[in-house]
């Protein structure tokens, strides 16, 4: 087998601060593989900079003419989220392999050689897996594992504690690339694919320096994009609602004329008023909403805009 080339991925957001660390690092880490004959010496880092508001972009423009050949910048004209800028990188490399990571470094890069070796044994995605949680919050572990056991539930195949740090093959990738769709769950998506696959455990680093990117609004958001993109459970959950819903009418009608004919506390007509309101308005309120979130993933479908736009790229 020829060496393959490798691309690492790295998506970034206002990460002045981290880039200092994260560049060398990683840069230290395709020097080492090259070193160790894993890849080849046409090996890239891209730093995709999702619209940042600091001085990102220009430490990746430094980056770029510092290491001319080794490092590759891609500028997207506004801010996208971290799912977009990741899939600009991996759309616009064209190295056999590719490595996705944070630039916060929290995913040890020091895993990416075992990933390599993964790959080199016959594996064209290598998932990167927590092995545990203990830097995180007991708040944040307890909804993070309370999330996969629900996708689970729901008929989502993701894997336990992976979120963005894999490697993926030429093939694997341009299959995932297949998929057309604008609310973009990728750690959904490339399960989709298939072909051989392993993990690799690591533990998480603590940030050393910026701030988190994913506050928990936008855990929420990319929780709900996730449950949302592969599963139609909260639609078949409205059918069982409605069920149950109109049993429970069905109790409180017999109530309410219970009281109407066999007792005079009974105001006149309160029950006619108080049962369909409290039971029937509710659940088409819940009904519509569900149904109205799965609408609008339809109508941002429909539209086929462009996922994302390049404003300036550099290092090629």
Same mark, same amino acid.
């Given at each position: 087998?020829?060496?393959p ?19 060398? +690092? ?29 001085n ?8 770029c ?9 891609l ?6 989220? #971290? ?12 190295? =056999? ?8 470094l ?13 790959? #080199?044994?016959?594996?064209d995605?290598?998932?990167?897996v927590?092995?545990?949680? =203990? ?21 989502v *195949?993701l894997?336990?504690? #992976?979120? =963005? ?8 990738? *341009? +299959? ?41 609004r ?7 994009s996730?449950? $949302?993109?592969? $599963? ?12 149950? +819903? ?11 004329l ?8 009974a105001?006149?007509?309160? +029950? ?45």
């Open positions: 087998m020829d060496t080339s490798l691309a690492i991925v790295v998506p970034c957001y206002n990460e002045e601060e981290m880039l200092p660390t994260s560049l060398p +690092a990683l840069l230290a880490v395709l020097n080492q593989l090259q070193a160790l004959n894993k890849i080849s010496p046409e090996s890239k880092l891209y730093l995709i900079d999702d619209g940042s508001q600091d990102t972009w220009e430490q990746i423009e430094q980056a003419e510092e290491y001319r050949g080794q490092v590759v910048g500028k997207l004209s506004r801010n996208r989220g #971290h799912q977009y800028a990741l899939l600009a990188g991996l759309e616009n490399c064209c190295e =056999d392999i590719t490595v996705s990571i944070d630039a916060d929290q995913d040890d890069p020091s895993n990416i050689e075992k990933m390599v070796d993964e790959y #080199h044994q016959g594996s995605v290598v998932y990167g927590r092995a545990a949680r =203990d830097t995180d919050t007991f708040f944040k572990r307890a909804t993070a594992e309370g999330y996969y056991s629900l996708m689970r539930r729901m008929g *195949d894997v336990f504690n #992976h979120a =963005d740090f894999r490697l993926m093959s030429r093939r694997a990738l *341009d +299959a995932m690339l297949e998929y057309r769709e604008s609310q973009l769950f990728l750690r959904g998506i490339v399960r989709e694919v298939g072909f051989p696959s392993s993990t690799v455990e690591y533990n998480r680093q603590v940030r050393i320096a910026g701030e988190s990117k994913y506050p928990l936008k855990m929420l958001s990319l929780a709900w996730g449950i $949302s993109s592969f $599963s139609t459970a909260p639609l078949r959950a409205i059918t069982v609602l409605g069920v149950v +819903a109109s049993g429970l009418s069905m109790l409180m009608i017999v109530w309410v219970s009281v109407r004919l066999f007792g005079d506390s105001i006149p007509g309160w +029950a006619s008023i108080l049962t369909p309101l409290l039971f029937i308005g509710s659940v088409q309120l819940l009904s519509l909403g569900v149904i109205g979130e799965y609408l609008a993933k339809l109508y941002n479908e429909i539209k086929q805009r462009p996922r994302y736009h390049i404003s300036e790229k550099r290092g090629e």
